[in-house]
């Protein structure tokens, strides 16, 4: 059975880290690309980062310099750390892998920056 599940998130102060972690079981991650997307209220969700089955990594503007993506493929887990955070970067966040034909999605974790 193919399961994401995210964790690490949190309520922080703006300035401060994060480090979120998609746990994923069914199938060896390590040879599909893994994205990190967010959804704050109101908004259509967008992608934040995305790493692929070599480990380079992309990342959206917005969160460039501050956000690092990763995997550790011997846990079969993709890991966002987040520095620097802002207010405008609360949201649920979201792992994401196209496996077989299919978009899988974990939960989501709720990330809330603010004072």
């Known amino acids: 059975q193919v399961q994401l599940v995210e964790s690490g998130g949190g309520l922080v102060q703006p300035g401060g880290s994060l480090r979120l972690s998609c746990s994923v079981s069914?199938?060896?991650?390590?040879?599909?690309?893994v994205g990190w997307f967010r959804q704050a209220p109101g908004k259509e969700r967008e992608g934040v980062a995305y790493i692929n089955t070599i480990g380079w990594p992309n990342y959206t503007d917005s969160v460039k310099g501050r956000f690092t993506i990763s995997r550790d493929n011997a846990k079969n887990t993709v890991t966002l750390q987040m520095n620097s955070l802002k207010p405008e970067d609360t949201a649920v966040y979201y792992c994401?892998?196209?496996?077989?034909?299919?978009?899988?999605w974990g939960q989501g974790t709720q990330v809330t920056v603010s004072s």
């Open positions: 994401n892998i196209y496996y077989r034909g299919k978009d899988y």
């Open positions: 069914g199938f060896r991650a390590q040879y599909y690309a």
